[in-house]
Every structure is written in C-alpha cells, then in structure tokens.
C-alpha cells in the first residue's frame, strides 16, 4: 500500500500562485508515476500533470500548460505542483495519484492507470 498526502491548497485571489505537495509514503517504488488531477463542482476528474520517476517525462493537461509546473524531490518522495497565474477556472479539489510503474507517455493523462489517490486538497480562485 502507498499513501499519498496532499497540503498546499488555500484560498487566493486571481493572478496569484499556490504550491501544492504531495508526500508519499509505505511500500514505495523508486520507479513510479505521480500525477495531478482535479474535480470541480459537478465535473468530471480532470487531468493536471503527470511525472515520471525514470526519465523525468512530463505531460500537462491543456488548461493549464505554460502557468502550472510539476516537479518532484526523490530524497522526499514529494512530488509538487507550481501553480502560476491562477484563475477561478483553476478552483477544485486537487488529487495526487500514484502508481509504482512507468506509465505509458500516451497514457498518462488517464485517471485508470493510477492505482493509489490522496483525499484531495481544495484550491479556491476568488476574482
């Protein structure tokens, strides 16, 4: 089992940042997949990012490529997300997702290939 803990969500005005973390913990493997994803009010999951441990390749959803960053700490196992240039279109809960095995790179966008989730952190964009 893995467990995932997220922390860095708040509340903040549009044009601001935020940094979100993700630690993982327990039966770990030094080559995995972590990703962010995250679900507003009444929408489907949606794709964030994802990174891979061999390799360092990344993928960005389209909503928010060129303002968010991925990025990780293996001495931690913490994997984070920069968010740049927030908009109220950015506000959801924000679920890190891991899974101990290099995921395809035209695979990672999929909420299925992930086999252990965080509970979520909120993030709220006031205009």
């Known amino acids: 089992q893995v467990q995932l803990l997220e922390s860095g969500g708040g509340s903040v005005q549009a044009g601001t940042s935020l940094r979100l973390s993700c630690t993982a913990s327990g039966e770990t493997s030094n080559t995995n997949t972590m990703a962010w994803f995250r679900q507003a009010p009444g929408k489907a999951r949606e794709f964030v990012a994802a990174l891979r441990s061999r390799g360092g390749a990344t993928s960005y959803g389209d909503s928010v490529k060129a303002r968010f960053t991925i990025s990780r700490d293996n001495a931690k196992n913490t994997l984070y997300l920069q968010m740049n240039t927030l908009n109220p279109e950015d506000t959801a809960v924000y679920y890190c997702?891991?899974?101990?095995?290099?995921?395809?790179?035209?695979?990672?966008?999929?909420?299925?290939?992930?086999?252990?989730w965080g509970q979520g952190t909120q993030v709220t964009v006031s205009s």
């Open positions: 997702a891991y899974k101990g095995q290099q995921v395809i790179l035209s695979a990672l966008s999929y909420s299925s290939q992930y086999s252990y």
